[in-house]
């Protein structure tokens, strides 16, 4: 199996599972289109994800399980800030508010089958921030958790004990891959791996 992706929070989650592969990132272009929406977008960004890896570097018959993840809120993409002021204005933007993080999966058969085997899906989960005084968000931005995660936040770090007062769906999806849904389609495809034994 190949991992389409150099993130650490989705191979910490792939190998806690007890999955054995190997990762292959793949260098798409992640432009949104017009009219898009932001679970549209997220489904083509993680099919295409698959697809190039697939086509380019797996083994006929390899499973390649390729990701995407946003953070939207009034339909508004937030990506990950360039710098302290831009977190601050996603943080203050997200006070007090709930937002949807959305995860595109899409699993392909690499090889000879790479064009005929595929599936891709998106899970939303909802998050709900407490609202934040301007020196919590001062605090959170210290702790330089924001400026590798879309949103300027991780549930997983120190903004998870800070910043959430709930959420609606699945944890993990939040994190950066819903590993049970993800599980389900890897046995979908004739994949088993007994993660118990490891």
Request: glycine residues 8%.
């Amino acid at each position: 199996m190949i991992l389409a992706s150099q993130s650490p929070r989705r191979i910490e989650l792939m190998r806690e599972a007890g999955y054995d592969f190997r990762i292959e990132p793949a260098d798409i272009d992640e432009t949104p289109r017009a009219h898009e929406t932001p679970f549209e977008l997220v489904e083509r960004l993680a099919a295409s994800k698959a697809s190039a890896v697939a086509h380019a570097s797996a083994r006929d018959g390899e499973l390649v399980v390729a990701a995407d993840t946003i953070v939207a809120i009034d339909g508004q993409l937030l990506g990950k800030p360039t710098d302290a002021a831009e977190a601050r204005a996603m943080l203050e933007h997200l006070s007090g508010r709930t937002h949807q993080v959305a995860t595109g999966v899409c699993i392909a058969r690499g090889g000879a089958e790479a064009s005929d085997d595929a599936r891709a899906f998106v899970t939303v989960t909802d998050v709900e921030f407490y609202p934040l005084s301007d020196d919590q968000i001062d605090a959170y931005i210290a702790t330089g958790e924001p400026f590798d995660k879309a949103g300027a936040y991780g549930i997983q770090g120190v903004g998870g004990r800070m910043l959430v007062r709930r959420i609606d769906g699945d944890f993990y999806n939040v994190v950066g891959l819903p590993i049970a849904r993800v599980a389900r389609e890897l046995d979908a495809f004739g994949h088993r791996e007994d993660a118990r034994a490891r």
